[in-house]
């Protein structure tokens, strides 16, 4: 008798499942999933919006990810043509570095106690190289920036080069502007005119 009856709660499950189907359940589902994924081109652009006004950037460029955790917003876009990824992270009223860092020469520092964070994770950075300093354009000001290279283990990539900058947007916020590729591939012409178009 009890099998019988696990049987008919296995039919009466089975043509459930196939009515919610029939009616549209499976896109209702999916709807669902979407939007509290807020995976779509649109709800990225929204929450980028947040960061900086991205409108003016050619279609070379495009924004992959925009996201926020442990109190930090980012968004990652990429050029299309060469895979360089430009990221952006508005540290808040936790700033891992500002403008005074660079003018006071403790960028250095500053990024090898950030970058000792890692050692034991998924991702590893080793031989990080500061090569060269400057300024560009971002954000409507004159941004100070380091130039480096380093090796990347536990990832394909090996090593890379880039430049890390950072920009005091007003007294208690700060944000960090992050450029890098394959280090042969890194193109200082693709950085600039992403970060001059972000306002």
């Known amino acids: 008798m009890g099998c019988i009856k696990k049987i008919l709660q296995i039919i009466i499950l089975a043509l459930a499942l196939i009515g919610f189907f029939s009616i549209g359940g499976k896109e209702w589902v999916t709807d669902l999933y979407n939007k509290y994924m807020n995976n779509s081109k649109e709800a990225t652009l929204e929450r980028a919006s947040k960061i900086g006004d991205f409108s003016a950037l050619s279609d070379e460029y495009s924004i992959d990810k925009a996201a926020s955790a442990f109190g930090y917003e980012g968004v990652l876009a990429e050029h299309e043509a060469t895979g360089q990824k430009l990221i952006i992270v508005n540290t808040a009223k936790k700033p891992i570095l500002t403008e ?42 004159s941004v100070p920036y380091v130039r480096f290279t380093a ?34 591939k890194y193109s200082q012409l693709i950085t600039e005119e992403f970060f001059r178009k972000v306002k």
Do not use: R
Request: hydrophobic letters at 35%; zero cysteines; a positive charge.
């Open 100 to 141: 005074a860092d660079f003018k006071n020469g403790t960028v250095n520092e500053k990024l090898q106690d950030f970058l000792k964070k890692f050692k034991y994770q998924s991702l590893q950075v080793d031989d990080f190289t500061i090569t060269k300093q400057g300024t560009m354009n971002a954000y409507n000001h």
């Open 151 to 184: 090796k990347i283990n536990k990832l394909p990539i090996g090593q890379v080069g880039g430049i890390i900058s950072a920009i005091d947007t007003d007294k208690n916020n700060s944000k960090m502007l992050i450029s890098l590729n394959e280090n042969k």
